[in-house]
């Protein structure tokens, strides 16, 4: 199974002697699966079977399937010969002849004279292969729905492993930087030390333990080495088969958490530079993850 989006759109019709028919499937982002079902009354046999193959098919969306369906008008034709009568008797009396030729032609056109029989829905049951049209285009719907996330998702899977390799590149940068932290911190703290330490009063000795101190609490090695674990874990993730949406949104916090830290930490202008720009590609990260089923 390839990575798969949440969002798309199907639509297929049919026709048959009987009449014609569209089913349309759209799909939104959504937290679980949620399918909602629109059919008309008395194709409850028909809607249970879209919905299990919806659920065969997916695992998280909001799902909407319709159905409409226009029946084909029969051939058969009756006169309700009652109403006639009495728009005939109404004619003559008035016109004070018979009502023959257009006259009567006009009549007929009144409303409620001329009435063609209709299939109904219920009675689409009776109709021979009626409910297999309706269920086997209502499961290519579904199929081309999937194949509408599924073409999302191969673009997400470019755009993801795109950020990815950013967010690489920006932590190998960060590794550069980070080695000229304790070099950066010395010098920072021993021209404040001889800013406010006139009479020489700290020894070197001090000094140095300071330092070391200082450069111990401003180490980001771990946030680093977690960074570059994630990254994998992230590109291994969106080639793998199955519903990995859920795991990505929660490596997303993880890969922001650690580059908060390292901003937290840094003491030169080039790291701090640096973390910004990779929480800015996990932002985005974040944002297209969140389309992922």
Same mark, same amino acid.
């Given at each position: 199974?390839?990575?798969? %989006?949440m969002t798309?759109?199907?639509r ?6 009987? %009449? ?10 959504? /937290?679980?699966?949620?399918?909602r079902?629109?059919l ?19 695992? /998280? ?38 009502a ?21 829905? /219920? ?14 285009? !209502? ?39 980070? %080695? ?7 010098e ?45 874990? !992230? ?9 990995i ?22 003491a030169a ?10 929480? /800015?590609?996990?932002?985005?990260f974040k ?7």
């Amino acid at each position: 199974m390839a990575l798969s %989006g949440m969002t798309g759109f199907a639509r297929i019709g049919g026709e048959a002697d009987w %009449g014609s028919w569209h089913w349309e499937a759209r799909s939104v982002n959504g /937290r679980g699966l949620d399918v909602r079902m629109n059919l008309p009354s008395g194709l409850e046999t028909i809607e249970q079977k879209i919905r299990k193959a919806a659920s065969d098919r997916f695992t /998280r969306g909001n799902l909407q399937v319709s159905l409409r369906i226009e029946l084909a008008a029969s051939n058969a034709v009756t006169i309700n010969e009652s109403t006639l009568k009495t728009l005939v008797d109404a004619y003559e009396r008035t016109e004070g002849a018979l009502a023959t030729g257009a006259a009567l032609a006009t009549l007929m056109t009144v409303k409620g004279v001329v009435e063609t029989e209709t299939l109904s829905l /219920r009675q689409l049951n009776e109709v021979d292969g009626a409910l297999e049209a309706l269920l086997e285009t !209502g499961t290519c719907v579904i199929d081309a729905l999937h194949s509408a996330r599924l073409q999302e998702g191969e673009e997400l899977l470019d755009l993801l492993l795109g950020q990815l390799s950013e967010m690489e590149n920006q932590t190998q940068q960060a590794i550069v930087f980070a %080695g000229e932290q304790k070099t950066i911190i010395a010098e920072k703290y021993r021209l404040r030390i001889q800013e406010f330490d006139t009479e020489g009063a700290v020894s070197d000795e001090r000094l140095v333990t300071e330092i070391a101190v200082l450069a111990a609490k401003a180490d980001v090695t771990e946030e680093l080495d977690r960074l570059t674990a994630h990254i994998a874990r !992230g590109q291994s993730l969106v080639k793998s088969d199955g519903a990995i949406g859920r795991d990505l949104g929660f490596l997303a916090q993880e890969l922001n958490r650690e580059a908060n830290t390292l901003c937290s930490k840094s003491a030169a202008l080039d790291l701090t530079n640096t973390g910004l720009a990779l929480k /800015r590609v996990i932002d985005q990260f974040k944002e297209q993850a969140a389309n992922v089923e």
